[in-house]
């Protein structure tokens, strides 16, 4: 079982830019698509944006034009780079595989303040 440790996140103004990581505690070099997670208090978990392989990227709505995901198979990382941060970007980030989920880690806290 593959172990994921996210971490990046942090306090910032509205406006602000973060960049989290995934490191994962095994190959994701044979993994097709991976993807960045998040879950605000009292919401459900909901994606953010997916990163494949060929470096094939899709988003959702919210992150389109903000956010940027890719990946370094070699250090077996998945990163998400987040500009123009809003407060209602505040929650717990999280990655993992599209497919067949590892546990989830335990998350990285992005806090945007107004």
């Known amino acids: 079982q593959v172990q994921l440790v996210e971490s990046g996140g942090g306090l910032v103004q509205a406006g602000g830019s973060l960049r989290l990581s995934c490191a994962a505690s095994?190959?994701?070099?044979?993994?097709?698509?991976m993807a960045w997670y998040r879950q605000a208090p009292g919401k459900q978990r909901e994606l953010v944006a997916t990163?494949?392989?060929?470096?094939?990227?899709n988003y959702v709505a919210f992150a389109k034009g903000r956010f940027t995901i890719s990946r370094d198979n070699a250090k077996n990382t998945v990163y998400l780079q987040m500009a123009n941060l809003k407060p209602e970007d505040t929650a717990v980030y999280y990655c993992?595989?599209?497919?067949?989920?590892?546990?989830w880690g335990q998350g990285t806290q992005v806090t945007v303040s107004s």
């Open positions: 095994g190959s994701i070099s044979n993994i097709n698509a």
């Open positions: 993992n595989r599209i497919r067949n989920k590892w546990d």
């Open positions: 990163v494949t392989n060929t470096g094939f990227t």
